[in-house]
T-cell receptor, first 113, second 117 residues
Framework: ETGVTQSPTHLIKTRGQQVTLRCSSQSGHNTVSWYQQALGQGPQFIFQYYREEENGRGNFPPRFSGLQFPNYSSELNVNALELDDSALYLC????????????FGPGTRLTVT | AQSVSQHNHHVILSEAASLELGCNYSYGGTVNLFWYVQYPGQHLQLLLKYFSGDPLVKGIKGFEAEFIKSKFSFNLRKPSVQWSDTAEYFCAVIADRGGGSNYKLTFGKGTLLTVNP
C-alpha cells in the first residue's frame, strides 16, 4: 500500500510569484485535504476535494486554489505569494469524505522571500 | 466554529516518568477526537482516535486517551515514557455534522515532548 506522497519537498519563491504543490493520495482514497502549518502552530485546514469537487474550505483567501484529478491526486496553487505564506503545506487523504481518518504526507516546505 | 486548546507548549520528562498532555475542545455537538504525533523529521501519524463508545481509548506505542464529555477534554496519557517518544503531539477534532460535511480537522497548537535519557 502506497502512502501519501507530496512534491516538491522544499521550495523557495519570491513574493508575488505563483506556486503549485502536488499530492498523490493513498491507494484507494478519493478524498484529499490540504493544510497549512506555520512554524510553531498546528495545521490549519485550507480545503478538501472529493471526487474532483471542493467539499469544504477554511478561512483562506481565493488566491489559494486547488484541483483534484480523476486519479484523485491533487494540486494546491497559491497566487501572489506573500511572506506569511511561508509554511509547511500538508496533504492528507481519506477513504471517502464521510470517513474521519486522514493520512498525512510528509509535506512541502515553502519559503517566500 | 470548533477550536482546540493544548495546555502545554513544551514538556520535558525523564525516561520512565508518566505523561499526561491536556487537550480541550470547544464544540457543543458530536465530535470525533484524535491525537497525532510528529516524530523529528517524519510526517504526522495517527496515534489514537475516539469516535464513540468506551471513552478510554488505546493507541499505538502504549498511549491512551480519555474522553470526558462534561469537561470537553481528551487528555493523552502514557504510564512510562521512553526517549523515543520525543516528538510533537497534536490534538485534533472533527465536528460531526453528518451528511459528508464532517471534513475538517481542527488542530491544537501542539505540545513538544522532550524525553531525556
Amino acid at each position: 500500500e502506497t502512502g501519501v506522497t507530496q512534491s516538491p519537498t522544499h521550495l523557495i519563491k519570491t513574493r508575488g510569484q505563483q506556486v503549485t504543490l502536488r499530492c498523490s493520495s493513498q491507494s484507494g482514497h478519493n478524498t484529499v485535504s490540504w493544510y497549512q502549518q506555520a512554524l510553531g502552530q498546528g495545521p490549519q485546514f485550507i480545503f478538501q476535494y472529493y471526487r474532483e469537487e471542493e467539499n469544504g474550505r477554511g478561512n483562506f483567501p481565493p488566491r489559494f486554489s486547488g484541483l483534484q484529478f480523476p486519479n484523485y491526486s491533487s494540486e494546491l496553487n497559491v497566487n501572489a505569494l506573500e511572506l506569511d505564506d511561508s509554511a509547511l503545506y500538508l496533504c492528507a487523504s481519506s477513504l471517502s469524505r464521510g470517513t474521519y481518518e486522514q493520512y498525512f504526507g510528509p509535506g512541502t516546505r515553502l519559503t517566500v522571500t | 466554529a470548533q477550536s482546540v486548546s493544548q495546555h502545554n507548549h513544551h514538556v520535558i520528562l525523564s525516561e520512565a516518568a508518566s505523561l499526561e498532555l491536556g487537550c480541550n475542545y470547544s464544540y457543543g455537538g458530536t465530535v470525533n477526537l484524535f491525537w497525532y504525533v510528529q516524530y523529528p523529521g517524519q510526517h504526522l501519524q495517527l496515534l489514537l482516535k475516539y469516535f464513540s463508545g468506551d471513552p478510554l481509548v488505546k493507541g499505538i506505542k502504549g498511549f491512551e486517551a480519555e474522553f470526558i464529555k462534561s469537561k470537553f477534554s481528551f487528555n493523552l496519557r502514557k504510564p512510562s515514557v521512553q526517549w523515543s517518544d520525543t516528538a510533537e503531539y497534536f490534538c485534533a477534532v472533527i465536528a460531526d455534522r453528518g451528511g459528508g460535511s464532517n471534513y475538517k480537522l481542527t488542530f491544537g497548537k501542539g505540545t513538544l515532548l522532550t524525553v531525556n535519557p
